[in-house]
């Protein structure tokens, strides 16, 4: 299963959509558990959803976000020992602080973090990156039908063995009618170098028809 469920409307308004009650939540986590849904993604500045996904226990691999000194307070909120991934959330905070990169790396040595990576935005950062020879395991960037300029970095990504995660497949939201959400998930699907997708979700019924859709399109 290549889904992803984003998690920031666990903790939070966000994109004009209020946060999802406790109990929503825990029906959430539990159909997407169901249905395969492997990893939950989720960041320091998603308000408290660290702490309410802890209270379902270690069901799901975590990726969360944050800028490194955060991590500590993540894995006590998510009530972890380790996680399976950690994204530099803020690139600008990593360019005037790019010890934090080797720092990054120190915590994955001792096995707090199987997977380092950046969340970005611009195919411009990823190229900064490599340029300076960072090795990273995960790249988190928004990609959908309106914004394809940044899949042309996707196949070197690939060759290097870095997970391509993409998020915003619906345009933050601008693309929620049902055929709209077929042609998302179609345009995504059909993307060979894709290796995840994050999707986030409003309310139960919202995450039924996401997976109904994905399946029937079928996604991995």
């Not at 976000?65 to 996680?83: A, D, E, F, P, Q």
């Not at 309106?146 to 619906?170: A, D, Q, T």
Request: aromatic share 14%; with cysteine.
């Amino acid at each position: 299963m290549k889904l992803i469920l984003g998690t920031v409307q666990f903790g939070m308004d966000y994109a004009g959509n209020k946060q999802i009650n406790k109990k929503e939540i825990f029906k959430i986590l539990e159909y997407a558990y169901k249905n395969k849904i492997k990893i939950l993604d989720t960041a320091y500045a998603y308000g408290n959803s660290e702490e309410l996904i802890s209270n379902f226990g270690d069901k799901f691999k975590i990726i969360t976000k944050g800028n490194v000194l955060n991590l500590n307070n993540s894995l006590k909120r998510l009530k972890r020992k380790k996680i399976y991934g950690y994204l530099i959330h803020d690139f600008g905070y990593f360019l005037h602080n790019e010890l934090i990169w080797y720092r990054l790396k120190q915590f994955k040595k001792k096995g707090k973090i199987e997977k380092i990576g950046f969340s970005l935005y611009t195919l411009k950062e990823i190229k900064y990156l490599l340029s300076r020879n960072i090795k990273f395991d995960i790249i988190q960037v928004p990609y959908n039908i309106y914004n394809k300029k940044i899949s042309k970095i996707f196949p070197l990504l690939k060759e290097k063995g870095i997970e391509i995660h993409v998020r915003s497949i619906f345009a933050r939201g601008d693309l929620l009618e049902k055929k709209s959400i077929e042609k998302c998930f179609e345009f995504i699907i059909k993307n060979k170098y894709i290796d995840k997708i994050v999707i986030g979700i409003n309310c139960l019924e919202h995450l039924k028809e996401n997976i109904e859709i994905y399946n029937k399109l079928g996604g991995d």
